[in-house]
Nanobody, 115 residues
């Protein structure tokens, strides 16, 4: 099992930016799909973005052009850069690592977009 530690959430005004970070307990980027999910109150958890071992990225339509997922192999960290934030981006954001039947989640970090 892989432990994932997230950081970087907080309160930001509409139009602002935040960067989330996720550090796995060991080096896994060469074999795991890394992803960011979010869950707003009363809503289902949804995938926001992912990055495959080959570096291919995928995004939820509503965040395309505003969010960027990336990883730094040297720092063993995956990031979610969020820009032009909207109130509807408010949610708990979770880091996820997936490989076949192996699926690990971080503890979640709150992102609140409000004036």
């Amino acid at each position: 099992q892989v432990q994932l530690v997230e950081s970087g959430g907080g309160l930001v005004q509409p139009g602002g930016s935040l960067r989330l970070s996720c550090a796995p307990s060991r080096s896994i980027f060469s074999s795991y799909i890394m992803a960011w999910y979010r869950q707003a109150p009363g809503k289902q958890r949804e995938m926001v973005a992912n990055i495959t071992p080959s570096g291919r990225t995928n995004y939820l339509d509503s965040v395309k052009g505003r969010f960027t997922i990336s990883r730094d192999n040297a720092k063993n960290t995956v990031y979610l850069q969020m820009s032009s934030l909207k109130p509807e981006d408010t949610a708990v954001y979770y880091c996820n690592a997936n490989r076949l039947t192996l699926n690990s989640w971080g503890q979640g970090t709150q992102v609140t977009v409000s004036s």
